[in-house]
């Protein structure tokens, strides 16, 4: 059992240039998303964090190797290259290229920018020398130029013209390259340019490490000409853009191709950064609802310029209503495909969305109408939800307050970072979306959201009288039984599900593509729960996401069904879910973490007598006894080289340690 690798991880720490970073940024993400979260990351990131398991590529992009030796050699060396030969992609440009050959060979002779010396990761077991064109300056595209390269017929296959234009600023070449093929290297690409370096022409190169594929490249195929900046003190420097201008196309194809021999998956479409759309604001018909909310926000709304603004600490919303007099311009707006400016981009290539103001239309009278949300149906939501809450004990009011959004950057983080905005939201009110562009889960994890996910958040003001009594901690445990009950409850076809918890708060399903008797289990949700304080009460923001019905990038529901089961609806699904949580809430409040409860909890979860090592504890073994009903802490005891229990009991904090199911392992977060 593995988990799915579905993040690529941009090093952006020591030794890197920003400009480096912002290209890479910008061309994977075009080229991966939504299929790959593509995620800037420091050396502390690589040195501590468990990034293996779920990293698709790390990519080293340019700067000076030097930074990355200073930061990175020894154990994150050992961990980069480990990971590698488990399975894991490399992808070194520029800096990256001379950082992952044994020996490194620049500007020799140059004193002032001269650097020798053997790499550790030394994937190409041979020397990579440069700048292959004399001129590099440091911090200066006055070295830059765009340089012709040959590509490999076997690469492109008629697919791409054989020859390109790519951005060069200081790399090198791979040293006779070609004699190293029995050692599983092959050239990709090669200079087409006479050189000022000896030892052949390579200049993009392919290696096989263990299990691993590494690509490694003197030259920026990341770079495209529409993302460069015209430099008026660098002479030919337009003809440098026009001559990349000319070769986009081949070069963001060839840059597909690499990525695919890489193990990825490509958006051959290469998408621009999603643009945010409108949120709607509704509630159950003739509630009143909306009208209250927008009452209780009367004073945090100021009036400029005949628009209604509501600044929030990180970011500003327009409030609109439906029932006013609308002109073709705010319908076209409103709709999930209107056209809007990109958002800027800052220095790592990520979409500033915190500048864009955030439209939410309040719906008082009527529900959003289809062609204003054509992937939720208000309708079957809101029917779903009354139909539950006849039949559910305890479950009346979540979910009657809806904010929808098309695209949103995430439904948890709008909420966490505005709590201005969240004070006045009553328990049970739902913000739920199609498409996360900024998914989160616990640590430095990101939740990859395309559409075909039930991704929403739920507010819960739990009473700071109960906070003892009734810990918090144990909200997501809940969460965790409303998700699981919620799921096999939905219909016929559900009630066998293989749905499974893992502690703290993933959620895992039988792989339906492997045999039953291996009982393989991957993730299909993920639970974060977020705590701030307002006015007597723990405002607790809880982010759920669940594959459903998509197809990327993992298992989902849908996979899962058998002939005959009832058709998914995302709409029926959030209702089912809330229904159950606001139940299961109800019962919390009412006993406690109660043997109920706990019982309902173990009966769902993977870890009953795992036996685990504790990085913590020196490598010492244990046996998961449960979680405790007082914190909700995880219980293990020690076990001796037999596997008896020792009496030793440790209990472990969800938010201190980190768990490795598929290793068995609990170690310590930093």
Known sequence: MAPQRLNVLVYTGTGTTSESVRHAMYSLRRLLSPNYAVIPVGESVLLKEPWPPTCALLVIPGGGDLGYCRVLNGEGNRRIADFV???????GLCA???????????????????VVGGRELAFFPGTCRGGAFKGFEYASERGARAARLSLAADVVEGKLPAEMACYYNGGGIFVDAEQFRDKKVQILASYSDDLDVDGGKAAIIQCSIGDGKVILSGTHPEFAAENLHRQPDVPNYDDLIANLARDERTRSGFLGLCLERLGLEVNSQGTAPPVLTSLHLSAAPDSGTVSELLLSLRDDIDRENGQDLLRGEADTFRLRSKESTWNLKDLREALPDAVAVAPELDAHGVPNYKAVTKDIIAHEQQLPEEKLTPRFNHKLFFSSLQQYQSTERDAREWGNALLYGDVVTSTNVLLEKNPKLIAKLPSGFTFTASTQLAGRGRGTNVWVAPPGSLLFSVIINHPASLAASRPIVFLQYIAAIAVVEGIQSYGRGYENLQVKLKWPNDIYALDPSKPASEKSYVKIGGILSQCGYYDGNYQ????????????????????????????????????????????????????GFSANLESRYYRHWLHTGQEITLEAEAGSKARVLGITRDWGMLRVEETDREGRGTGRIWSLQSDENSFDYWKGLVRRRE
């Open 85 to 91: 030969r488990r399975g894991g992609a490399y992808l």
């Open 540 to 591: 607790i923001i809880l982010g759920i996401g669940i594959n459903a019905v998509n197809p990327r990038p993992t298992t989902s529901i849908s996979d899962m069904l058998g002939e005959g089961a009832a058709p998914l609806h995302l709409e029926t699904l959030l209702a089912r879910i809330l229904t159950r949580i606001e139940a299961i809430y109800a019962q919390f409040r009412r006993e």
């Open 96 to 114: 990256g290229g001379y950082y992952g050959s044994r020996r490194c060979e620049f500007e020799v002779g140059n004193t002032p920018m001269e």
